[in-house]
């Protein structure tokens, strides 16, 4: 294993279904969300006063670059060998990381498994595509060390925890976690058993956190249920012969793991910081400052079990508060099939708000901050309208049309090979924020957006560097997709980068505020959201036209810096100051 670096070693110069007992007073309450005028550019909406479901025909262009990108990669989930273990179903994230400090990310991409004729699932390589500028890239996995996984992958969880200014990733999977540090020099190394994180259960969602205030980036792993080939029971459908996935419900739920970093490259189990709770049945993780106080958060999207919500204490305890807090369960106080999960100001009052993707008959969730809880807003904003056929996966915030208000994206597909009420392939959703409420954009049966997938992980960032927000789409047996945003706007914009001194290095847990054409705006720089998938860090702000804005960043460390964004369309570093 490599030395680790010292501990704060920056510098800017460096390479850039069941009802549950937990009842919230406000769990009915659909408060109504307030209708805030359109952002920084005038609407590209073909009826921006619309305000009710459905969908809207807008000027939302995001082309299928695949083709001429070099992202040639498929996701194998075993389906093959006609197993029909719950495995199979989740599928695999996408990771979007600057691994070679170059300023363009790179792209890392899990490779599943298989099923031998004897024996546990084995897992498949993981890739790696250097970016080589233009969002065209070229396969390097062989060269930089990656291709031997050490169990059947499954998520992308990227972080720079040595702090050495190289992002690491850490795969979680069934099997192992694997842990690999970038040597700066092109390659990776597995340090997953001198690093202390060695699992052999099932582990899903992670995320990177500084979860005890040290400036050291933490890790959270989710994982899922007891299943293993000794633990197959044959499910068949309630409608059908045929066999079939089984349900989560079949399968006791298993503990998550949260770890400590010590600050020399190892990690220290940090269960007894955690007050107890009955084991949930983790898929995506959500890692930001979800309540404003300056610390993170972690926000668990649970499979049928009420979803956890971890807030940490001025004494660093931290409390399972997802039931006070209104986000466990659904307006009927039930829990749901969570998977996808991601935080955003949808409706632009300076506070974070919760996204949840779910399985079919359910709605998806829209948890609204409302003061010091969250409120349930399905309804007002416009997640209702898309109904309950979808299985939701990948979900993620972000400006596609640079007009300063977050919209929405969210991959779908089903579990089931053979679902009585719905489609195994299902359409991904765009989903365009009119107001503080969401409207489908509507694509053309040629388009990849407009058809059917066994869509699972999504991964959201700016993978040319022309201020547009881009999507990288894993599925189940399908060829990843790239989508290059070509969106038309008018406005100016920022991408910035966070380079945290006392806090970590990456900045997670750290909050931007600004403010275009009178509209005050807010971003959260997170350890992880959307499903086992990472995307860019670098925040992607919708300037005036003019081009200027001051920018206030509320640095997890408790210091506020002020900056002069002087300079629009182009990526902006800010560094943390020394002092508060």
Not at 160 to 174: E, M
Not at 206 to 229: H, K, M, N, T
Request: net charge negative.
């Amino acid at each position: 294993m490599r030395a680790p670096a010292r501990r704060f070693r920056h510098d800017p110069t460096w390479p850039l279904l069941a009802v549950w007992g937990c009842w919230h007073p406000l769990i009915l309450a659909g408060a109504a969300v307030g209708i805030f005028a359109a952002g920084c550019t005038e609407s590209q909406h073909s009826d921006p006063s619309a305000t009710g479901g459905g969908s809207v025909a807008v000027q939302i262009e995001l082309a299928d670059a695949t083709a001429v990108s070099g992202l040639e990669f498929t996701y194998r989930n075993g389906r093959e060998a006609d197993r029909y273990t719950i495995l199979e179903s989740l599928g695999g994230g996408v990771g979007l990381v600057d691994f070679d400090g170059d300023g363009r990310l790179d792209v890392w991409l899990t490779g599943g498994g298989r099923f031998p004729p004897t024996g546990p699932p084995e897992g498949l390589p993981s890739e790696l595509f250097r970016n080589l500028g233009g969002a065209r890239f070229e396969r390097i996995g062989h060269r930089a060390g990656i291709e031997r996984p050490r169990g059947y992958t499954h998520g992308v969880a990227a972080a720079d925890f040595d702090q050495d200014g190289f992002g690491d990733v850490l795969i979680t999977g069934f099997g192992a976690l694997q842990l690999w540090q970038n040597q700066g020099d092109g390659t990776f190394q597995d340090v997953t058993i001198d690093a202390g994180l060695q699992d052999a259960s099932w582990s899903t969602g992670a995320g990177w956190g500084d979860f005890d205030g040290d400036g050291l980036p933490d890790l959270y792993v989710a994982r899922y249920v007891d299943w293993s080939p000794n633990k197959d029971p044959r499910c068949p459908p309630q409608y059908s012969r045929r066999r079939e996935i089984c349900s989560p419900l079949q399968f006791r739920g298993l503990a998550d793991g949260p770890f400590l970093s010590r600050g020399d490259g190892t990690f220290q189990d940090a269960s007894t910081m955690f007050a107890p709770v009955e084991p949930g049945k983790g898929l995506g993780v959500l890692v930001a400052d979800l309540d404003l106080d300056g610390r993170c958060d972690i926000y668990v999207a649970n499979d049928t079990t009420p979803n956890f919500l971890f807030l940490r204490d001025a004494a660093g305890r931290w409390t399972e508060s997802a039931c006070s807090q209104g986000v466990a369960l659904d307006e009927m106080g039930v829990a749901t099939g969570s998977m996808g999960v991601d935080a955003g100001d949808f409706d632009e009052d300076g506070r974070p708000d919760i996204a949840v993707a779910n399985y079919d008959s359910e709605l998806f969730g829209m948890y609204r901050r409302s003061g010091s809880v969250f409120t349930h807003a399905t309804a007002p904003s416009g997640l209702a309208a898309i109904g309950t056929t979808f299985v939701g996966w990948g979900t993620a915030f972000t400006d596609l049309d640079r007009d300063g208000d977050e919209d929405l994206v969210i991959s779908n597909g089903h579990v089931l090979y053979h679902p009585e009420n719905s489609t195994d392939r299902q359409r991904p959703l765009v989903l365009l924020n009119l107001g503080g409420r969401f409207r489908e954009v509507e694509f053309p049966a040629n388009h990849y957006l407009g058809q059917r997938h066994h869509g699972r992980g999504l991964a959201v960032g700016d993978l040319n560097d022309d201020g547009t927000a881009d999507l990288i789409v894993s599925h189940n047996n399908e060829p990843v997709r790239l989508l290059l945003n070509r969106t038309p706007s008018s406005s100016q914009w920022v991408l910035l980068r966070l380079i945290g001194r006392h806090a970590n290095r990456d900045a997670i847990g750290a909050r931007v505020e600004w403010t275009c054409q009178g509209h005050p705006r807010m971003r959260l720089v997170k350890g992880s959201w959307s499903y086992l998938s990472q995307g860019d860090r670098r925040l992607l702000l919708a300037l005036a036209p003019a081009g200027q804005a001051t920018v206030k960043v509320h640095w997890p460390s408790g210091v506020v810096q002020v900056c002069d964004l002087a300079q629009a369309n182009t990526v902006v570093t800010v560094v943390e100051a020394t002092g508060p």
